[in-house]
């Protein structure tokens, strides 16, 4: 009976996380899709995404697949564009605020005392402002484009992977590997950025995908709002701009529900690798 | 304990400092405010007495201190746009805001507890993978396409919902008609919101279920009912508190977007109202009194800590 039980249990955690591994395996397909389709966008995209290619507002057809926008220009090739907007915010938004945070935690965790007070009360500051009104006020000041909104979120989104590796540093410090690091009388930065960086990656890796999602989405968000990217340029979240607009929220589904299932797919795409990452790299909890 | 909260309050004040300055710092950089309230026709004089009359032309840590002096005598200023005080404006606007939120995160919070102990003792069950998997979706979807979705789905679509604004115009409001406006947006921030409070009750919780005072009170024979809600719930206060204390934030910054697709009269709206128009004293009002609220929220998340958890000591 109890090995009836344990067997049926087996199987269930077995199901489990092949279904969960068969959805990270497809995100990680479809994040290649898109990568793919952002890199060689000029070349699949039918027309030039801010070019006038068509009548206004005409629904999708064989010239246009999925129909055209307000003042005519092709809704599939600003997709396409809108896509290559969106992985670049998400991947520069995370390499910033990853060297931020990790240096930052390196340092608190590793030299501790005033340095680590004042740091951390840094990224307490940073934490506490609340993070929109921080991100609008700072899209009203610099003129709103690509490079600010990297910018800004880039320098807001640091303080979780900064307090992930400053735990981990804490942590490490007290083991004997690099204990002997410094009885060895080896460089401090040796130690910080050969020794410990490398034992503290996976967490910071698994944290850096959900980042990498929130950036998007944020984009996506200031966009929506006319604080983001500015038009004529086109992303994600400028394309549903329009839909506050009812007879286009109403008559015109084509323009805002493709841009919208495309971030989701996107989005979701990274969390659940990000999720699988979690399960790889912490092979005592299947699945938390 | 007196103590450890006295601390705390201490520590929370040089924070608080550094935000309003960084805050007052952006605003100066921002541009010129008298420029946006009378256009570019007004002469120069006018522009200078004006800019005297405000205390413009002084350099900037003397405006800075200016204001926090005003700030600890209780006055905010005000606004470049209405001319309103700053503290009536946000007065005003903050009900609604408060309405919202408090609506959200409790119906959130109800929600994610049954449904993530559910996903916990079911652990690898089918229920357990699709509430999993739909918490993902959940935080996956971006609350202003929720929002519009909903609006095509409710409003356009089957008419039962309004989609803008507090109440009906030109009838008294009766909570009948704010509940039914109320609706549509709670609805979109608890989908927003729960996909991360299940996963988060739900870790937890699975962490507790391995414990092995768990093992005592299901070996003790007082039954599954007992030992889930009893024992395991209890325990799992403390993540709850915590992701309450995240939560809300994140729901102060959140409903701006929302208040701006559904027309809400509350903080959020007042405040993108303010940043189109540069309108300082009422963003840097808005700023500080958020920037209060996340700080208390912390301070209060780090007592109740040590009211639920016994072992927790101050020091």
């Known amino acids: ?3 009836l039980i344990q067997k049926k249990s087996q199987k269930r955690t077995h199901t489990f996380v092949f279904w969960k591994h068969k959805l990270a395996f497809a995100s990680v397909i479809l994040l290649i899709i898109f990568v793919v389709t952002a890199l060689f966008g000029n070349m699949i995209s039918p027309y030039a ?8 507002s005409a629904p999708p057809s064989v010239q246009h697949w999925l129909g055209t926008d307000q003042i005519g220009r092709d809704v599939l090739s600003r997709l396409i564009y809108g896509i290559k907007i969106s992985l670049l915010v998400g991947v520069s938004v995370t390499v910033i605020s990853s ?5 930052i935690g390196l340092v608190a965790g590793f030299f501790g005392g005033k340095i680590d007070a004042a740091l951390m009360g840094l990224t307490d500051m940073v934490m506490s402002f609340p993070y929109i009104l921080l991100v609008l006020v700072a899209a ?4 709103p484009g690509l490079l600010s909104i990297i910018l800004i979120l880039g320098f807001v989104d640091w303080p979780g992977i900064a ?3 400053r735990g981990s540093v804490l942590s490490l410090r007290e083991t004997n590997f690099i204990k002997a690091d410094q009885l060895a009388g080896l460089p401090k930065t040796y130690i910080l950025f050969s020794e410990i960086l490398p034992n503290a990656i996976a967490p910071i890796l698994i944290y850096a995908t959900s980042v990498m999602a929130y950036s998007i989405l944020d984009e996506a968000a200031l966009s929506f709002l006319g604080m983001g990217i500015q038009p004529p340029t086109a992303s994600l979240g400028n394309m549903l701009n329009g839909a506050e607009n009812l007879t286009i929220l109403t008559e015109r589904l084509w323009l805002w529900l493709p841009p919208g299932i495309v971030i989701i797919l996107l989005v979701l795409a990274i969390n659940f690798i990000g999720d699988a990452l979690r399960d790889s790299f912490d092979p005592n909890n299947h699945y938390k | 304990m007196r103590k450890y909260v006295l601390k705390k309050i201490l520590f929370a004040i040089p924070i608080l400092i550094g935000i309003t300055i960084i805050d007052y710092l952006f605003m100066s950089y921002a541009g010129n405010p008298l420029q946006m309230i009378h256009g570019p026709k007004v002469s120069q004089a006018a522009v200078h007495a004006k800019e005297i009359e405000y205390g413009l032309n002084k350099p900037f840590y003397i405006q800075y201190l200016v204001w926090l002096n005003q700030i600890l005598h209780g006055n905010f200023g005000y606004s470049y746009k209405s001319f309103q005080p700053v503290s009536d404006l946000i007065a005003s606007h903050v009900g609604p805001t408060l309405l919202l939120m408090g609506s959200a995160l409790f119906i959130s919070i109800a929600l994610s507890i049954p449904v993530a102990i559910y996903s916990a003792t079911h652990q690898y069950s089918k229920g357990d993978y699709t509430i999993v998997t739909a918490s993902f979706v959940g935080t996956s979807i971006p609350s202003f396409f929720s ?7 409710f409003t356009v679509k089957l008419g039962w919902l309004p989609s803008s604004g507090m109440s009906t115009l030109g009838e008294n409001t009766q909570f009948g008609d704010v ?6 947006p709670v609805i979109v921030l608890v989908a927003a919101t729960m996909g991360s409070n299940v996963r988060y009750i739900r870790s937890a919780m699975l962490e507790i279920l391995q414990k092995d005072y768990l093992l005592n009170a299901r070996a003790k024979g007082i039954g599954r009912f007992l030992v889930i809600n009893k024992h395991a719930l209890k325990n799992a206060l403390i993540p709850i508190i915590t992701v309450i204390g995240m939560q809300i934030p994140l729901l102060f910054g959140g409903t701006v977007i929302i208040e701006q697709i559904f027309s809400w009269p509350g903080l959020g709206l007042l405040t993108m109202t303010a940043v189109l128009n540069n309108d300082y004293p009422v963003i840097m009002g808005v ?4 920037a209060v609220v996340v700080l208390i929220t912390n301070l209060l998340t780090d007592i109740l800590y040590a009211a639920v958890d016994p072992t927790i000591t101050f020091k």
Do not use: D, Q
């Open chain 2, 287 to 290: 700023c500080l009194l958020t």
């Open chain 1, 163 to 165: 307090r992930l590796v």
């Open chain 2, 179 to 184: 509940f039914r406006h109320l609706l549509l």
């Open chain 2, 147 to 153: 929002a519009l979705v909903v609006i095509y789905l």
């Open chain 1, 99 to 103: 060297i931020i945070g990790i240096v």
């Open chain 1, 140 to 143: 009203a000041i610099f003129k």
């Open chain 1, 49 to 56: 995404p801010n070019t006038i290619t068509g009548s206004f």
């Open chain 1, 1 to 3: 009976m109890e090995a």
